[in-house]
């Protein structure tokens, strides 16, 4: 069999591996790819996954960059099944049409964008609600250690990956020839002591892992000091009479934000006139599919909820759904907690509240979830002193806080500590979902402390497998070198802004309205500039 690296392959977003049999051909997980515009550019090209050709998809979980491409993918001809465990199932039909609403909106604001600028165009999203509703009868589901046969010689099971609610472990049993050999997927492996999951399951055999390695280079604080540390950034910015913004994604991370806002409050320190807002209709919902589907959480919430306590719920717990009830918070004077989504601060309602926060001394933002390279909220947290939000610089003035001991992702010792209860030790290591530096060092540790081969394939790679735990490149990666050519693009410039300095008296001849519209243009294309320069 062969398997191409479609995503996360030297990178953690866009996971999608697609498997070829003398029987079938299919793909674990269907994920978006998220970053910088070169890594997005990806997700509109898909005929390289040659949609109609996929017999069925298995998706490890909920998360965009596992499912967020269904749409595209279904819209561009796929009609198979899709499989995932209930709660993915849930999951997924709000994820992709909560995604395909930000598409929508992205678009219709570059649209009009280009109409003032006198460039009339019409672009299409990436998909549409429609696409996105388009996934839902297509999702059949399972619930784990539930033996299923999705293609002809293929057996599939999925295993509690304690990440998010219903996400999974894949153990995949593929004939050929005569010969079985079992694949293992890990997804995302969830961080032990979460407080909501149960701990990852273990296993003890594969011939081919492919596993995720995301904090492959750190461990993370434990959940006492991470409690502290949320409690320290509330004290700080309560005494100062401003708002704590805590950008979390909708599913997972904000239940457990509520959970940990829930102990912080028995242990009262939590100011009980501290208003806590929920501000992302998506998160709502999410929190009310976690109550579905009780017993996928892990033992003491089940107990919680058995007598009658609600860790997901506070006294002073705000829902914001409407868009008015968002802005209201912008217009409340004093302190108050803001969950917002989405988590790495490149789309949805949080961008608002940056914009109104961002540049307050006293003012928190405290990040509790990994930030992928190329995003506003990797940019803040690696210390940039003003980020653009809605095409305005904004300086950081607040305090940044990253708590990572809240994270849904195993560190460095869990991933090892997981990997070794793998018996076989020709089992061969891939190494995906991880930025380069992670997945070397986690790597060379695997290698040292577990003597497995590690391989760490490229964006686009295809190997061959064979049973016997051999397997053979037949096609290289494409080495996507993006080819810029800045002497062209600095000339391209250089002329422009001599044309523009020719025209200056004809500006001052035009009315008002109109020499406004041409300062904006210019401001904004200085400010861009600008924003290169101090980001070097
Ligand atoms: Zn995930
Ligand atoms: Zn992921």
Redesign the pocket.
Known sequence: MKIKFLGAARAVTGSCFIIETDKARFAVDCGMHQGSDEIEKRNWDVDIYEPERIDFILIT?A?I??SGLLPRIVKHGFRGPVYATEPTGDLIKILLLDSAHIQEVETNWKMRKMQRWGKPASIEPLYSTKDAEAVGPLIKTKTYNEIFSPGNGIKANFQDAG??LG?AILELFIEENGTSTKLVFSG?IGRRHQLLMKDPVTLSAADFIFMESTYGDRNHKGEADSLNEMAEAIKYSYSRGEKVVIPAFAVERTQEMLYSLYLLSRDGRLPKDMPVFLDSPLAIKATEIFRRYRSYLDGETQSLLKNGEDPLDLPQLQFSSTTEQSMQINDMKGSAIVISASGMANAGRIKHHLRHNLWRPGASIVFVGFQAQGTPGRNIVDGAKKIRVFNEDIAIKAKVWTISGFS?HAGQDQLLDWLGHFQNKKMEVFLVHGEVSAQDQLASLIRQKLGFDVTIPEYLEEIRLKAGAQFEEVKPAKVEEPKIDFDLLLGDLASNISHIQNLKKKFKSLPLSKQMEIRDVLQEADNSIDEIKTNL
């Open positions: 979980h998360h960059d596992h990440h998010i996400a995302d849904a």
